[in-house]
């Protein structure tokens, strides 16, 4: 199914992703090496989600230690930050390379979406594609302008996401969880279909937010970050293994409750390491600049717009 905008606008997710690809010289032109910085931690060794918002520019023109052309990796991607309005119209913004995001581009209304996973299918850097998700089970995956159908009964699932290749294979897998809090791993094939599902382990509803794309703690390998009903975030480092593709969980920090989306694009800020989005109740976006240290893997939060509030999911 191929879906067509009147008079071929600018808009069309199509040409959107074809300024993306276009821009990718530009935006790797960009990227630095972030300043060296000394990062003061408790004993523990956690980051809070509270503390203070790192003060100084946002828009890439602080002091830097040394400048390189860094160019996106799977393990520090470079995608798309999605917007979906209750209505179901979707808006997309572009990473502009320093941290932040263009003006929004509008793009499709996708009604009856319930879950949309931003991936990387070929393992570029960049994103060129996503799985929706739709309310009645079916799973279609989005890529150059065609919708299709891949699979169905996923309404069994709570919660869908994709932090890149696990077990290093050639395509990303994507991570479901079940009512029962059982977590599985799918991995996705070059047509965008699946194999088997492969059960990763229970307990998984104790977390309210699960998220992640690329590499947070400098390994090279995929992790994710969930936040417990306390407030409390985990990062859970990936291993290489797909039959136990995460190690046991370290804290990274309490006070995350006062969020209410997490949300992962992988690089934001075009440093060579993937970062986090947190969105607050009164619409403001900030972002949490990745260390690749798995005992403190992010900085202080660095405030990067409001009226995000608007949004019924980011992805």
Do not use: C
């Amino acid at each position: 199914m191929r879906y067509h905008v009147p008079g071929s606008s600018p808009d069309h997710p199509e040409f959107l992703l074809q300024r993306f690809t276009h821009r990718r010289r530009g935006l790797a032109r960009l990227a630095t090496v972030a300043t060296a910085l000394t990062l003061s931690a408790t004993a523990t060794g956690t980051a809070v989600a509270d503390a203070p918002s790192a003060s100084g520019p946002t828009d890439g023109t602080a002091p830097r230690a040394a400048e390189a052309a860094l160019k996106p990796t799977p393990t520090a991607p470079l995608f798309i930050l999605s917007g979906i309005l209750p209505s179901g119209q979707m808006y997309a913004y572009l990473p502009n390379g320093t941290g932040g995001f263009d003006t929004r581009s509008g793009a499709y209304v996708w009604k009856g979406l319930k879950y949309a996973v931003s991936v990387d299918p070929d393992l570029t850097g960049y994103q060129d594609g996503a799985y929706h998700v739709m309310s009645n089970g079916v799973v279609n995956l989005w890529r150059g302008g065609n919708l299709k159908q891949v699979a169905t009964g996923w309404q069994q699932y709570t919660s869908v996401l994709s932090p890149g290749t696990l077990a290093r294979a050639a395509h990303p897998d994507l991570l479901a969880r079940d009512r029962q809090g059982v977590l599985w791993r799918y991995q996705t094939r070059a047509n965008g279909t699946m194999a088997p599902r492969v059960k990763v382990g229970a307990g998984w509803n104790q977390y309210s937010q699960i998220t992640g794309v690329g590499d947070f703690s400098g390994d090279t390998r995929p992790d994710i970050v969930a936040r417990d009903a306390q407030g409390v975030l985990w990062l859970y480092k990936g291993t290489g293994d797909g039959r136990k593709p995460f190690a046991p969980r370290i804290r990274v920090g309490g006070g995350w409750n006062q969020f209410n989306k997490l949300v992962a694009t992988g690089d934001v800020d075009a440093d060579g390491r993937s970062d986090l989005l947190a969105r607050d109740p009164k619409g403001v976006l900030w972002l949490y600049k990745g260390t690749g240290k798995a005992s403190a893997p992010f900085k202080a939060r660095v405030r990067i717009g409001a009226g995000w509030q608007q949004y019924q999911n980011l992805f």
